[in-house]
């Protein structure tokens, strides 16, 4: 159907040698999209595939294509003997599909960051991308 939702989380475990301790890390991500006009997110054999939309763009024939809405959320933790910190962000998304082959994204990323040896905490990002894909 034309949701969709998936996640992941990581660990490593990175040894040290010649005597530095070993570093554990650790990063987790949670997203959800939704296809607003029905489309559907095709999976097969650990893999996704492309989205086709159910009508290509076109203004003569006034079609639209595909339109998802996303939000994703990620956290990142790099607070063992490195001191790195940990990074929580949340992502919201506009995805247009002009055709299988083409789409345009749009995304807001809101990060914090605690502990950075920096010390910048926080990072507002807007994002736009153009794809076509052979």
Do not use: C
């Not at 999209?33 to 086709?52: I, N």
């Not at 063992?80 to 807001?108: C, F, H, K, T, V």
């Amino acid at each position: 159907g034309p949701f969709s939702l998936q996640g992941e989380g990581v660990f490593a475990d990175v040894g040290g040698s010649s005597g530095v301790d070993d570093n554990d890390y650790y990063s987790a991500y949670a997203q959800a999209s939704y296809f607003l006009t029905g489309e559907h997110r095709p999976y097969s054999k650990g893999a996704f595939g492309r989205v086709k939309p159910n009508e290509n763009f076109s203004l003569k024939d006034r079609q639209w294509g595909a339109w998802e809405v996303a939000a994703r959320y990620s956290w990142l933790e790099l607070d063992d003997s490195i001191e790195g910190g940990q990074l929580d962000d949340i992502a919201l998304g506009l995805n247009w599909y002009l055709n299988p082959n083409m789409r345009i994204l749009w995304n807001y990323v809101h990060s914090e960051a605690d502990d950075t040896p920096t010390g910048i905490d926080d990072a507002d990002v807007f994002l736009m991308r153009f794809q076509i894909d052979f």
